[in-house]
């Protein structure tokens, strides 16, 4: 049996590390107008309480990001759901060698931990594309709510006392 070990943090990306950190996506493709888009409109919603977590891992010496999270309150949200008293999980990726190595729950329990004293947290998942799956949240404890194939909306409450919308 081979073994490795893995240097890794989670790291949470401020407006004053957009020059020195990626954002994943278009990670390649910092000179596009696609990243520079991203780049203004992640620090138009940094002021609204987004949160854009990193999964770093050291390769070569260096630490080089594998894995993102981003999400904010739900009253702010970019996806078409009434979430008003959730945080919304907008993106959630793990890539290359790292993924179905637990890092993806990793960067789930950031989201879960900043979202305590709200109601729910709530994400749009899928089987068939890019937007995070619906087994990690499954796993994790969240409900399927609503859906529209391929599309689903899932909620993780945190009382059952608080009604699903």
Not at 24 to 43: D, E, H, P, R
Not at 50 to 55: D, V, Y
Request: aromatic residues 14%.
């Amino acid at each position: 049996m081979q073994h490795f070990s893995i240097f890794l943090l989670v790291f949470l990306v401020l407006e004053a590390d957009l020059e020195e950190c990626d954002l994943f996506c278009l990670k390649s493709k910092t000179t596009s107008a696609g990243y520079k888009n991203k780049v203004q409109w992640i620090k138009k919603r940094f002021k609204e309480g987004l949160k854009h977590k990193l999964l770093l891992v050291k390769e070569r010496k260096r630490f080089t990001s594998r894995g993102v999270i981003e999400y904010m309150a739900g009253e702010y949200a970019w996806r078409g759901v009434d979430a008003y008293g959730y945080m919304v999980i907008h993106c959630m990726w793990v890539v290359g060698k790292y993924k179905n190595l637990g890092y993806d729950s990793l960067l789930l329990h950031e989201c879960l931990h900043d979202a305590e004293g709200m109601n729910s947290v709530a994400v749009v998942a899928t089987t068939e594309t890019r937007l995070p799956k619906n087994k990690l949240f499954v796993k994790h404890g969240f409900e399927k709510v609503d859906e529209m194939p391929p599309l689903a909306l899932y909620v993780k409450r945190f009382s059952t006392w608080y009604p699903l919308q």
